[in-house]
């Protein structure tokens, strides 16, 4: 996994399902950012569902210089 970055492009509601079974719920805002930083042989797995009827979209940056290599292609 790749160190990385989001911003979102536009605000809304998702629900997010993670690996460890975790559910969680976020409101998005214009603007918000988070950022990723992960150690080598570290990952993680989740599936975003938009849960409004507002699209939510998002910028992602990944950083090739990260402790874990680039998937090859």
């Known amino acids: 996994m790749l160190d990385y970055f989001w911003t979102a492009t536009s605000g809304g509601l998702s629900r ?37 009827r507002t699209k939510l979209s998002f910028v992602t940056v990944e950083f090739k210089q990260s402790a874990n290599s680039p998937l090859q292609l």
């Open 16 to 52: 997010s399902h993670y690996s460890d079974g975790r559910v969680i719920d976020t409101e998005y805002k214009l603007g918000d950012t988070k950022h990723f930083a992960y150690q080598s042989g570290e990952d993680m797995i989740h599936a975003l569902h938009y849960i409004d």
